[in-house]
């Protein structure tokens, strides 16, 4: 073979061979990180030491007569690893005359006082609604969110998430509540005298923590009822109601409104009330409808330009929540947001207050 072609060959061997090894001859450096671990943190509440919470708070409210006021008091303690928003909810799960012993034999009331003034055309009738003839307040770590002057009653509250404040980890909230048993609202109104005798009320307390970026728990849905005038009992059942569906912030409030049980061809508003009366502080107009022939307004969407918060905090019910109630136009003066006369027979009530944070 020729000394140049084997020369060749030679050089291009070897060169081949370097162009190998240069693929593993560079500089290099590898680093690893390993055991990484994604762990999400815990929201996580104990009540005067109880997770789950399994207190009840029954002997704390025995033997209440008009006037007396009681108390149920506790302590949360935030145990998980982030700060939370602490939301506080009541719900009344049902009214009853308690034991009945009078008349013997014939249990009808839990004493003769209570069945004389339950008498009505000689046959006794039992009034045990107590919700609207309690007085609520709330404090926590003694500042007050609800005040006893604030005059709101256990029906306004009821079913209303309430926000307590913020709760960083390992820390404690002391929530303080009473519960007064009126003597009288005014002079419309009767007072708590012997129809309550023995009377019971069931109901449940339900705190929720959640991580500060999460929504309120309110639901966005209201219910609105006729009440009795006399006993502030909603009356259930008779066809006559109305439900709101409402977006919990922004810059307009949105919501959804349908009705039934009204008089037929009328316009109806409806409204924030806000007290004292005649709910114009400030108050504000939601929207107005009309009823067809058969007394009821349609599911209808829109939005109000409130341009606020509800509630204001020149409202009596701050920062507790906001009342809405359907009233006929006839008897609300849109202009400033005022009732005109008391015709609460014609109403339609929210059974909670609500709220609405406005985004400008």
């Known amino acids: 073979m020729d000394k140049k072609i084997l020369a060749s060959m030679l050089i291009i061997a070897v060169v081949a061979g370097l162009v190998g090894a240069g693929v593993v001859s560079y500089f290099s450096d590898t680093e690893t990180s390993k055991g990484n671990v994604f762990t999400a943190g815990t929201i996580d509440i104990a009540v005067d ?28 303690k935030n145990v998980g690893t982030n700060p939370a928003n602490i939301w506080k909810h009541l719900t009344v799960t049902k009214c009853d005359g308690g034991a009945n012993v009078y008349p013997a034999n014939a249990p009808v009331a839990s004493s003769e006082p209570e069945y004389e003034e339950g008498l009505v055309s000689n046959v006794y009738v039992e009034r045990c609604y107590l919700p609207p003839w309690i007085i609520y307040d709330l404090y926590v770590n003694d500042e007050p969110i609800i005040k006893e002057a604030n005059e709101l009653r256990l ?9 307590l404040g913020v709760l960083q980890p390992n820390t404690e909230m002391k929530v303080c509540q009473s519960y007064h048993l009126m003597t009288w609202k005014d002079s419309n109104v009767p007072m708590v005298t012997n129809w309550a005798q023995g009377d019971e009320m069931y109901f449940d307390i339900d705190l929720v923590a959640r991580q500060l970026t999460a929504p309120s728990p309110e639901p966005g849905v209201l219910i609105l009822e006729n009440k009795d005038p006399t006993w502030w009992e909603p009356i259930t059942g008779d066809g006559v109601e109305g439900k709101l569906k409402y977006n919990l912030a922004g810059h307009t409030f949105d919501y959804t409104f349908e009705a039934s049980g009204l008089v037929a061809n009328t316009e109806y508003s409806l409204i924030y009330y806000a007290d004292p009366w005649p709910g114009n502080h400030p108050g504000a107009l939601i929207s107005t409808f ?71």
Do not use: M
Request: glycine share 8%.
């Open 155 to 163: 029906d306004d509250i009821e079913c209303t998430w309430i926000f």
């Open 49 to 76: 030491g109880d997770n789950p919470w399994t207190k009840t708070y029954s002997g704390c409210l025995a033997d209440v007569k008009p006037c007396e006021t009681r108390w149920i008091n506790f302590t949360i």
């Open 290 to 360: 009309t009823t067809d022939v058969s007394g009821s307004i349609a599911s209808t969407s829109g939005n109000a330009n409130i341009g606020f918060d509800l509630p204001q905090s020149t409202d009596k019910n701050y920062p507790a929540g906001a009342k809405i109630w359907l009233v006929p136009s006839s008897g609300y003066d849109a202009t400033n947001h005022a009732l005109i006369g008391w015709d609460p027979t014609a109403y339609l009530f929210g059974l909670n207050l609500i709220h609405y944070d406005y985004i400008p």
